[in-house]
């Protein structure tokens, strides 16, 4: 074990000697160049880019104002945000027909840093960056995904954060509020030099839930720092914490429950969800001359999750049992008690603490070079990262269960593993600039080795070999694109990749029937993912992209029902993605402009290839993958008004979409009474913003308002039926300086 830990930390050391080295030996040359710009994931030249894109930008956001990612994101083509969580706070996106649950098949990043629980081993949503903080949000669905990993099958999310101030001092500070109790503060400060700069974010936000009794608070600090060493080299550092506190209820509603009361949530005012999160990143970019540049990142973050809940059983659905489903939810610890928010209090839950901790770095090398005699542009990288997790669990039915530090020192763990992770992963690719084309190979390794080791499991020391393994992936990743710009303004293109999500070692554990559990291996999802397209803003005023895309998905990994998840085979998504805008007022050279913008897609083919390895998966060739919907819409109409108004209304659209595989086979009592099973009906949700800065002033006043008609809609059957968000209308305040 020591071995191996010197090796990994000679092998850091030689990594971090090099990009040293490689800024001391070109220190003393006297290359004048621009100050060193920092970007995104996307490159500069936008044109060559083999695949589809989408770029939310500040200005967006900003006349958007929307209430949480989930509304930032529902005009991009090809996403899917199944809205069930209480304020963007556990995301589930899905992109071309991925499952979207808690978004462990999209890649989450923070200017190019993962943003996972655990990236490999347990890659769930539990955070994002927060809007305040970001400058543009940019969505890679293309071949270009080969540079970035672990979760390639779908597509990739970054959020690009602010800059640190170049010109003395500058920021802003910001104040909303609206109803359901929703109030939010945000205040940015930084000076900064052509020497660099620092600045600090301070953010909080808190308000009432989707469901009664499910508030939630959260705030973030976050001090970010930037260094020009030279004219060719910067340092940026970034630190921050985050702190959640909301109440809850995983567990949805049984029918007899959701017609009753939807919004419902007995014992939400117990229930809660308790998240720290501690996250630092370290960046070196060196342009080494005006061919060359290399970028050294170093990233670390330590979570925290608790969650407490009190509900079981949605619908007195029990996979242990056959048709005991009444349609009332059921008490996890406490039976034979009807659930209100007294017989809450009377009981006590199941608390599901667990750690996280992972860390990495990465050197890249750009290099533009012409050495088979073509002007080139190449990506050379190697990323090492680790992970540590322990999953723990307690339970009880005494009141004073409620509190974790009781429940801890009153109990044996239910539940008790632990999981280490180590990932190597190289990259390269090339692209060729030839005429009018640009031609991009490329490849990525995934190098991985998981241990898992299940310490207690429903009570019971763990003694048996086979509650111990050590699972080793290894995936080359393929990914070749093409794009020709032989018309101005305007971009055809076309590629294909191979994704890959690795094996989840959450989802590996088996339980033998003896009160002890196994792991086994699950096999990785693989993907090859085809596209091809258009983007132009080749006609004045109007700009546009459109994409077809065809997914064959491998291995897909699906919960069978009964708390296990299996390998199902074969998938496959295909369908067309749409995105514009028309600006009437740069056509016909006025000030005023009224605007038209909107997205449309349309997933014709998102079915199961063949049928489950067993009756229970649910898995039926033929059928629709679970909460994918075959259309996608969004449109708004605005105006800006030279004074500085810019105001829009619209629209948002999703189709039926149908449940977890496992739910459409369950018994038909239970099916009826569960909640779990039947379909997702269609919604349209309208909504509408409005922003005034007048010319001179640094204040902007705005108002902003989602599901304006207050529109009752389920939004998933997941744990049970979950509601949808109702009305929400914010306005607020900015100041800028």
Partial sequence: MIKNLNRKKSAIAVV????????????????????????????????????????????????????????????????????????GLGLNIGIRGMDPRRTSRTLLLEDGMPLFLAPYGDPSAHYSTPLDRVSRIEVVKGSGQVLYGPQ??????????????????????????????????????????????????????????IRNNHEFDVEEYTLKGQLNITDRQTLIAKVGYYKEESHVSE?????????????????????????????????????????????TQAYYADSYRSSFRQTDAPGGYDDDEAGESTG???????????????????????????????????????????????????????RYHEE????????????????????????????????????????????????????????????????????RADGQVQNNPESKLTNNQTEVLPGFGVAWNGIANTT????????????????????????????????????????????????????????????????????????EFVNGGESEMSGLEFGGRVNFGTIYNTAHNIYVLGSYTNTFTAKFKKDGPDVDSG???????????????????????????????????????????????????????????GDVPSYTLFNASANFKPVGSKATYFVSGYNLTDREYLASRVDGMSVGRGRQVFGGIRYDF
Avoid at 353 to 371: A, F, K, M, Q, T
């Fill in 619 to 677: 898995i039926i060739s033929g059928d629709r993958l679970p909460y994918a919907p075959r259309h996608l819409a969004s449109i708004s109409v605005g105006y800006q008004h030279p004074v500085g108004l810019d105001a829009r209304i619209g629209a948002t659209y999703i189709s039926k979409q149908e449940v977890d595989a496992f739910a459409r086979v369950l018994d038909p009592v239970d099916a009826a009474l569960s909640g779990l099973a």
């Fill in 328 to 382: 009332v939810t059921v008490m996890d610890r406490c039976s034979g008690l009807t659930l209100t928010e007294t017989t809450a209090e009377q009981c006590g839950g199941r608390h599901r603490p667990r750690s996280y901790n992972y860390w990495g770095i990465e050197p890249r090398l750009d290099v533009s070079h012409n050495l088979f005699g073509v002007d080139s542009d190449a990506v050379l990288g190697f």
């Fill in 16 to 87: 971090v000697a090099c990009s040293v080295m490689t800024t001391f030996s070109y220190a003393e040359e006297s290359i004048i160049l621009d100050k060193v710009e920092v970007t995104g994931i996307l490159p500069e030249k936008l044109e060559a880019v083999p695949g589809s894109f989408d770029v939310v930008t500040e200005k967006e956001l900003e006349a958007r104002r929307p209430f949480s990612i989930t509304e930032a994101l529902n005009n991009v083509p090809g996403i899917n945000v199944v809205g069930e969580d209480t304020f």
């Fill in 152 to 209: 390639t099958v779908g597509g990739m999310i970054n959020f690009v954060t602010k800059p640190v101030p170049k010109d003395g001092f500058a920021g802003s500070v910001s104040a909303v509020g609206g109803n359901n109790d929703f109030y939010g503060l945000h205040a940015n400060v930084g000076y900064g030099t052509e020497l660099g700069g620092i600045m600090m974010d301070a953010i909080k936000k808190q308000g009432d839930g």
């Fill in 492 to 563: 055809f293109f076309g590629g294909v990749h191979k994704g890959f999500a690795p094996p989840r070692p959450d989802r590996d554990l088996r339980a033998d029937g003896a009160n002890t559990a196994v792991v086994d291996k699950t096999k990785p999802e693989t993907s090859t993912n085809w596209e091809i397209g258009v983007r132009s803003s080749f006609f004045k005023g109007v700009n546009f992209s459109s994409t077809l895309f065809h997914t064959k998905f491998d291995d897909i990994v699906v919960n069978n029902g009964s708390g």
């Fill in 388 to 455: 540590d997790i322990r999953r723990r669990q307690f339970r009880g039915a005494d009141p004073r269960f409620q509190s974790l530090p009781y429940a801890q020192a009153n109990s044996l763990s239910r539940e008790d593993i632990g999981i280490k992770v180590e990932a190597k992963s190289y990259y390269a690719q090339n692209t060729f600039h030839v005429n009018d084309w640009a031609i991009t190979p490329g490849v990525r390794v995934e190098d991985i080795q998981i241990k898992t080791d299940v310490r």
């Fill in 251 to 295: 567990t949805g509603l049984g029918e007899v429950d959701y017609a009753r009361d939807k919004f419902q949530a007995p014992s939400g005012k117990n229930d809660f969800f308790s998240h720290e999160r501690k996250s630092a990143q370290l960046q070196h970019i060196f342009q080494i001359d005006d061919k060359m540049k290399l970028s």
